[in-house]
């Protein structure tokens, strides 16, 4: 029986998306060959590339505004020193929103003076920070729209005079927001468009070469936009199957179809932990995500029972982060409203026995 996949990632992806992908390991389109034995710049493989790219664009509404789109390797961690290599000459904002703001904080540092223009370090980032001033003499600002490990998110964008740079990893393709407003955008693809092994970046064109270091050619977005994301050999699978969950995101009616099913997702779960009183919210409730809920149980008894109900439910990946503890439900774009449906089920018949 297939579980309900509330992992945080690498995370749950759609069953047709599955189902297709295993079929390419055998035989990619008829061709008489797997995906994972022919050439990448085979006609085929470029094929999947482009329309992959092409797709992340036409998703987030930039098509024909100035950006490109990229599947790099590394992971968002590596964007954490590319963005840095690749813009920061002086000095770089950074918004300490969690964890992985956190890192990339420590990455920058590498190559310039780092600001932090806000944090909420001292309530274990249960918030986001707000009415900090930024300074205006920044090479950019960096955000991070949804801080996985504590279930916050950014509903509110500051405007800046520097370029906008964003880490989407957990909520990209999830919610309608002018992607416009920013210069550069990054997500690992684990958590909201594939497997593990490819990392999307859309970057405005205009916002590289002002920097005066030497910048090696792996690491040089100049570099991956010339050689059309295909420098070297490219995550030839990762790639494939985030072209096929866009592909899948397109065909149900884009990010607006799916924020709403996100949006009662995050509803029907939301109100179960304010409604009971045996669950608590974790994060402040203007700033929770609609991707990752975090909340815990409020009498430790209850805990041994309630994560026997789960087992038995089929529910699988709700242990919260270590940092934060408690339990943590991702409720990603492939995860249905009935999965989310079993959970409040459990919760609520865990309200009556507490
Ligand atoms: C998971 C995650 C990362 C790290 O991604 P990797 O691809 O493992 O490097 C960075 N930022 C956010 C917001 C994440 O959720």
């Not at 690498?10 to 189902?19: A, G, R, Y």
């Not at 008489?32 to 987030?60: C, N, P, Q, W, Y």
């Not at 003499?137 to 509110?156: C, E, M, P, R, V």
């Amino acid at each position: 029986m297939k579980k309900h996949n509330f992992s945080a990632g690498p995370c749950i992806l759609p069953q047709e998306v599955l189902l297709k992908a295993s079929e390419s390991v055998m035989d990619f389109n008829g061709l008489g060959l797997s995906l994972l034995e022919i050439s990448h710049r085979s006609k085929e493989f470029v094929e999947v590339m482009e329309t992959a790219r092409s797709l992340a664009l036409e998703l987030l509404d930039l098509q024909d505004k100035g950006y490109q789109a990229l599947f790099l390797q590394g992971g968002a961690s590596m964007e954490f020193l590319m963005v840095a290599y690749n813009l920061l000459e002086n000095k770089a904002g950074y918004l300490n929103t969690g964890t992985w703001s956190d890192k990339a904080i420590k990455e920058a540092k590498n190559f310039g003076e780092v600001v932090e223009v806000g944090s909420s370090k001292d309530e274990n980032f249960k918030y986001i920070p707000k009415g900090y001033t930024i300074p205006t003499d920044l090479d950019y600002l960096h955000l991070t729209s949804n801080n996985t490990i504590f279930g916050t998110q950014i509903n509110k964008f500051p405007s800046v005079n520097a370029p906008l740079i964003c880490d989407m990893s957990s909520d990209i393709f999830s919610r309608v927001i002018d992607f416009s407003q920013f210069d550069l955008i990054y997500a690992g693809a684990q958590k909201n468009m594939g497997p593990a092994g490819t990392t999307l970046v859309i970057v405005k064109e205009d916002i590289l070469g002002k920097v005066s270091r030497q910048i090696p050619s792996m690491l040089d977005y100049k570099v991956h936009i010339e050689k059309n994301s295909m420098f070297n050999t490219p995550a030839v699978f990762p790639v494939y199957v985030s072209m096929l969950t866009l592909q899948w995101l397109k065909d149900m009616g884009g990010i607006a179809a799916i924020e709403e099913i996100n949006n009662k997702k995050a509803r029907l779960l939301y109100s179960e932990i304010d409604l009971s009183p045996v669950f608590e919210g974790f994060a402040n409730k203007e700033d929770r995500s609609i991707m990752n809920a975090t909340f815990n149980i409020t009498d430790e008894k209850l805990k041994d029972t309630f994560e026997k109900m789960l087992k038995e439910g089929g529910i699988n990946g709700l242990n919260g982060h270590r940092s934060v503890g408690g339990y943590r439900a991702s409720m990603y774009n492939a995860l249905s409203l009935d999965s989310v449906g079993v959970l409040v089920d459990i919760m609520s018949e865990m309200e009556r026995k507490g």
